[in-house]
T-cell receptor, first 115, second 115 residues
Framework: NAGVTQTPKFRILKIGQSMTLQCTQDMNHNYMYWYRQDPGMGLKLIYYSVGAGITDKGEVPNGYNVSRSTTEDFPLRLELAAPSQTSVYFC??????????????FGPGTRLTVL | AQKVTQAQTEISVVEKEDVTLDCVYETRDTTYYLFWYKQPPSGELVFLIRRNSFDEQNEISGRYSWNFQKSTSSFNFTITASQVVDSAVYFCALSFTGGGNKLTFGTGTQLKVEL
């Protein structure tokens, strides 16, 4: 099991450019998440998905879009990149059933700089 | 609304000292889950422990122990005989049943263990 994988590891964007951060998990988890971590801060939820075809906003969704066409993949799209989106982005997944909230496992992160 | 407070921004200890990281949470839910994650200098997030609100038993795992007290809404983490490899940022997090199992993170405590 590779767990949760993210690409790219690093990226520099110019203001106004767009890009997609890729996230894949091979644990057959139903729930997937995108968080961002700003320097000296905890993680904040951007978007999440409870299954293929179902997505919902988190705490800081503005400037981002997601889709979930398969169980394994959960890409995060940045449109019109802004300096405020400079951050480290983490993807996570969990299996959540009737027994309640299960542990989220995180990918290695993508460090994004917008100049 | 849920909130997690880690009042200790940074702690420095000498190797072999014991150290306790504090975590205080707020939630209106009766069923919730508490987590600790470790973020070493390499940047990944490593899961350490998950505890549900109905289980107040303390837990010990090697040099790590956790003290969960609902009466004070605290979930503190103690490292016994600290080692340099324990140097990392430690995050406490909270989720609840339903609502996408979203994690609310504290701002983290930077632990530095010196020789």
């Amino acid at each position: 099991n590779a767990g949760v994988t993210q690409t790219p590891k690093f990226r520099i964007l110019k203001i106004g450019q767009s890009m997609t951060l890729q996230c894949t998990q091979d644990m057959n988890h139903n729930y997937m998440y995108w968080y961002r971590q700003d320097p000296g801060m905890g993680l904040k939820l951007i978007y999440y998905s409870v299954g293929a075809g179902i997505t919902d906003k988190g705490e800081v969704p503005n400037g981002y879009n997601v889709s979930r066409s398969t169980t394994e993949d959960f890409p995060l799209r940045l449109e019109l990149a802004a300096p405020s989106q400079t951050s480290v982005y983490f993807c996570a997944s969990s299996y959540t059933g009737t027994s309640g909230a299960d542990t989220q496992y995180f990918g290695p992160g993508t460090r994004l700089t917008v100049l | 609304a849920q909130k997690v407070t880690q009042a200790q921004t940074e702690i420095s200890v000498v190797e072999k000292e014991d150290v306790t990281l504090d975590c205080v949470y707020e939630t209106r839910d009766t069923t919730y889950y508490l987590f600790w994650y470790k973020q070493p200098p390499s940047g990944e997030l490593v899961f350490l422990i998950r505890r549900n609100s109905f289980d107040e038993q303390n837990e010990i795992s090697g040099r790590y122990s956790w003290n969960f007290q609902k009466s004070t809404s605290s979930f503190n983490f103690t490292i016994t005989a600290s080692q340099v490899v324990d140097s990392a940022v430690y995050f406490c997090a909270l989720s609840f049943t339903g609502g996408g199992n979203k994690l609310t993170f504290g701002t983290g405590t930077q632990l530095k263990v010196e020789l």
